[in-house]
Each structure stands twice: as C-alpha cells, then as structure tokens.
C-alpha cells in the first residue's frame, strides 16, 4: 500500500509552486501587490523544510550519498549568516535571503526523498502535475513575450522569465508518449530561443543534441549508423530555427551572439574578475565564511555575480564555495554513471545537469529561488529514484529486484511496447 504521505506530498508542493509562478506573474506584469510574491516564497520555504525535517530518518538511517547527508548541514551553515543582515537590512529582506539561499536545495532534498519512496503512482502524479506547470508556465512567458512594453532584449522580465520554461524542459523530456515528448520538446525550445539569451541557446543546442544522442543511441539501442546520418537534419532542422528566429527580431539574435566576444559574456568577465581581486583582499576569517547573502549586490549595487560559484564564494566564503563544487561534481558523476549503465533516465538527467552546469556559470541556480526550484526539483527526483533501484539490487537479486523496482518497470515496460500516455 503506497505511502499516504508520499502520495499526497506532490499535489501540495504543486500547489504551492503554481502560487508562487502566479503571484510572480501577477506583481510583474499586472501591478498586483508584493505581499503575495512574499507569502509564496515563505510557503516555499516552510513546505519543504517541514516535509525534510519530517523524513529525516530518509536521509541520515538510508544508505544516501555524503553529498545528500551534507545538504541539511550546508542550508543551515547558510543561514547562520542571516541574522547578522537585521541590523543593515529590513526583516522582509532577511526573511528573502533566508529563503532564496536555501529553497532550491530543500526543493532537492524534498524531491529526492519523494524519488526514493516512489511508486508508479507517484510518478504518475508528479507527471501530471509538472506538466499542468509548464503549460501556465508558457502561458505566462507568451503573455510577457507579447505584451509591447515586454518586448525589448533587455528587459528583465523578458529575458529571465525564460528560464521559468527551459527549467521545466527536462520534467517534459520524461513523458512517456515518445510523439508527444518530442513534439512539446521542440515547441518549446522553439519558444525559448526567442528571448535570445546566449545561455538558452547553448542548453538547448548542446543539452537538446546531448539528450538525443544519449536516449537514441545508448538507452534505446538504435543504430548509431542511422542515427549519425540524421545528425545533418538535426542540424540543419535548428539552423532554419535560428534563421528564422533571427530574422523575426530584425537580426538581433545574431548580433547579440556576435559580439560575445567583444562585450566579455556581457560584462560577466570583468564583473568577476573584479570580484575575485576584490576577495583576495578580505582578511580570513570573511575569506571563509563569506559576508552574507548581499555581499555582491553591495559591491556592485543591486546587481548580481552571474556565477553560482562567485555567489557562494562571496556570501559564504571558501566553505560555500567548496559545498558548491563539491555538489556541482557529485550531480556529474551521478549523470556519467547513469549513462555508463543505461538507466532509463540517464538521458533526461544528463540534460538537466547540464543545464544546471551552464545557468551556474553564467547566471545562478542555488541562490534565487525562481526557476531554479523546477530542475533542482527533477534533479532531486532522480537521484532518489536512482538511491532506490540501488537499494533495491543491493537487498534483492535476479526476478526479485526487478519485481521490487516499480519505477523503472514501468518505464521498460513502456520502451518495449511502444505505448503510453502523457
């Protein structure tokens, strides 16, 4: 019998996540009131926590990796650097801080811990609801992409809320139905290149081409010689995207990927060369505890480092900058090996951590709780699916182990007979 809590938990954080990507949308584009914006982020905050702290036992007496046991522990190393922000900062903005730098990984503890107690049921409802998100997720970008005011390169809104899509793509790349996963996969990619974002060009380019190498070639065993000779018509398939993308915005995307070059990632380049020499000078004890969640936006006024790693360097020293890495590393190596092994999602997490590899260096994932909840979410997920089958073949050998991994059954049993549904 499938475990009440473990059943009704994604229906709740679905709830909660379609509240915050809606009062976001309403305080962006319609004037509606920050309260809302606040309350959501506190609900992001105290739902996953709550569920974490509930199924701690699923953490610390299970056999999960150091880098899982280390997370809980790094979340709240972070926060011990909160309370000295009272006395420079309005308590709304302390409670901001404490919830942006620690929603993303609590999001992946809360997701990982789902993934190892999942059942099909389970993953038929997180399906579903992830689904349901993205749709009012493209909804709410087409409005901002259309409205006049939300049409210009430049403007904020429209460049990140991008990222709310992108995000969401490696949930899609899930779906079981192969025609439709397809389908839905390159409508959006189409969407998103769009906002003419560099970074969204690389994860869909090289992220879209590494997931269908992966899938096609080692998950589902077709011939490699095939599918080198339809490499040209991928490519030539995106070439007349991008031209036509290209000339529906007057040119501007080529221009902007043109002068990558000459406008240094944007300024990214000198903004964190700035940094760094700005670092070296701390005296030690800042060097490796950081100075808060703000210290970037102090230094370079209301801006950030575009750099996960810069952020945590800044905010928490070498200790979170070390955590970073060392998380960034494990994510990798758990990618490698699912490939090495053929696990059935080996592809779509294999995209997801790439994506999370490219927004780390050039934006930011683990300190803004936005996007980032969607594919640190899918990547939790995953992981502990994988810690189950593990744990499954360790107890259990030969007929038994398939039988106890439900999961992954269900998902060969779809990849044999060719069916299924969204």
Not at 357 to 383: R, T
Request: glycine letters at 6%.
């Amino acid at each position: 019998m499938e475990n009440t809590k473990h059943t009704m938990i994604p229906y709740v954080i679905f709830v909660v996540l379609l509240l915050n990507s809606l009062a976001t949308f309403l305080s962006s584009n319609l004037d509606a009131s920050s309260t809302a914006v606040s309350a959501s982020y506190g609900l992001l905050l105290v739902v996953p926590f709550g569920f974490v702290l509930a199924n701690y036992h699923e953490l610390y007496f299970r056999r999960a990796g150091l880098c899982i046991k280390l997370i809980l522990p790094w979340i709240f190393f972070m926060w011990l650097t909160s309370p000295g922000l009272l006395g420079e900062y309005p308590f709304r903005s302390v409670v901001r801080a404490v919830c942006f730098q620690s929603g993303p990984l609590l999001m992946f503890l809360c997701f990982y811990i789902q993934g190892v107690n999942c059942t099909p049921g389970n993953l038929k409802a997180n399906q579903r609801l992830f689904f349901i998100l993205t749709a009012f997720v493209v909804l709410f970008y087409s409005y901002e992409f259309i409205a006049k005011e939300k049409h210009f390169v430049g403007d904020i809104l429209r460049v990140g809320s991008v990222l709310y899509v992108t995000m969401l793509l490696p949930w899609i790349s899930i779906l079981k139905n192969k025609t439709v996963r397809y389908i839905l996969l390159a409508a959006l990619s189409c969407l998103a290149l769009f906002s003419m974002k560099r970074s969204v060009l690389l994860q869909i380019s090289v992220g879209g081409f590494l997931y269908v190498l992966v899938q096609n070639v080692m998950i589902e065993q077709r011939k490699k010689a095939l599918f080198i000779l339809l490499i040209p018509f991928l490519m030539a398939g995106l070439a007349l995207i991008l031209i036509y993308v290209n000339r529906s915005t007057s040119g501007v995307l080529w221009e902007h990927a043109q002068y990558v070059q000459q406008d240094r990632g944007s300024g990214r380049l000198d903004i964190w060369t700035a940094l760094w020499r700005e670092y070296k000078a701390w005296p030690l004890s800042n060097r490796v505890i950081g100075k808060g969640y703000y210290a970037v936006r102090e230094y370079l006024g209301d801006f950030r480092a575009h750099n996960d790693y810069m952020e945590a360097l800044w905010a928490y020293g070498a200790i979170g900058f070390f955590m970073n890495v060392f998380f960034s590393i494990y994510l990798s190596i758990k990618a490698a090996g699912m490939i090495l092994r053929k696990q059935p999602y080996a592809a779509s997490f294999a995209f997801g951590v790439f994506s999370f590899l490219v927004l780390s260096m050039v934006s930011y994932n683990l300190y803004a709780m936005l996007w980032s909840l969607y594919l640190l979410a899918f990547l939790g997920y995953i992981c502990g699916i994988v810690q189950q089958e593990e744990d499954v073949y360790r107890h259990y050998s030969g007929p038994d182990a398939m039988e106890f991994s439900q999961p992954y059954q269900e998902w060969n049993d779809y990849e044999t007979d060719g069916n299924g549904g969204v």
